[in-house]
């Protein structure tokens, strides 16, 4: 499930993974859990476990998370969860030697929502000073290892103001381009973009949102949809808080069109929802 802050919230919560409290994430940072890890247990072990660890554990099993960082002390002593790039480490009990299993935690990933302001590419390579400034703020500035853009009218003119930093996934363009560092997020071919639709546009332009698919360090799939929704005119008031649903309808119907219904999804969006009472907007 999804909120207005998952950005802060990042993986979703599973058996694998737990999450920290908003209040002590940085903002736009996609923050992973500590160290988890994987006790190769045996029978003495799991037999000296306590009534509140035996909870613990089922709690663990059952697939609820915690909101804070798990430490040795609060893991139930029989907890198993599967591993994805681990280190063995080996460690000596009271009846003999047993395998510890400690998940090296994977760099936190920073996601960066930016219109881009469409002036930047009138005049195409005659604004190239302009998108080189853009693009230093966004690789080196912000870091970014992911980058939903809005009025990127070019993603070929932004890509090589990044000189390799990141990279584009194909097709997002016109308007809503996606960018990936590369050796931070894999890309495997899949993206475009889709329209929105005539009842979601308004009277400056067609209304879109990319998509791509990425996995991050551990191989872990999620995507990313990058949209721009409608402003002033017919999409003003409680009328623009309609077409903006509409534009969130065909979001999520081409999410699950894509297969990606029950993978981790991150939505940048420039949502204009000043049109329609900021967080009181339909969309």
């Not at 509140?52 to 609060?74: F, K, Y």
């Not at 930016?114 to 590419?121: C, I, P, Q, S």
């Not at 475009?192 to 872990?220: E, I, K, T």
Request: glycine content about 10%; aromatic content about 8%.
């Amino acid at each position: 499930r999804f909120s207005s802050s998952f950005g802060r919230h990042w993986p979703p919560a599973s058996r694998e993974m737990v999450l920290v409290p908003a209040a002590t994430a940085r903002p736009g940072t996609l923050q992973r859990s500590g160290v988890r890890r994987r006790l190769a247990v045996l029978a003495t072990i799991a037999a000296s476990a306590s009534a509140a660890g035996a909870a613990g554990l089922a709690r663990a099993e059952s697939g609820q998370c915690t909101s804070t960082r798990p430490t040795v002390s609060s893991q139930a002593p029989a907890l198993v969860q599967r591993r994805h790039d681990v280190r063995r480490a080996r460690i000596d009990r009271v009846d003999g030697p047993g395998d510890l299993d400690i998940e090296e935690p994977p760099r936190p990933l920073t996601v960066l929502c930016w219109n881009v302001l469409y002036t930047n590419f009138n005049g195409g390579w005659e604004k190239a000073h302009r998108r080189k400034l853009l693009a230093d703020v966004m690789a080196n500035g912000m870091r970014a290892d992911i980058a939903g853009l809005q009025e990127c009218m070019h993603e070929g003119l932004m890509e090589s103001a990044f000189q390799g930093r990141m990279l584009r996934a194909p097709g997002t363009d016109q308007f809503n381009c996606i960018f990936f560092r590369p050796g931070a997020v894999d890309f495997r071919g899949v993206s475009g973009r889709r329209y929105l639709g005539d009842g979601a546009r308004d009277n400056y332009s067609q209304r879109f949102v990319s998509y791509a698919q990425l996995f991050d360090q551990g191989g872990r799939e999620f995507w990313l949809f990058s949209t721009h929704w409608c402003l002033d005119g017919p999409c003003s008031g409680a009328a623009g808080g309609e077409r903006h649903k509409l534009s969130a309808q065909v979001i999520l119907a081409l999410r699950k069109e894509l297969g990606a219904a029950s993978v981790p999804a991150i939505i940048t969006a420039d949502a204009n929802s000043h049109m329609d009472g900021y967080d009181n907007d339909d969309g």
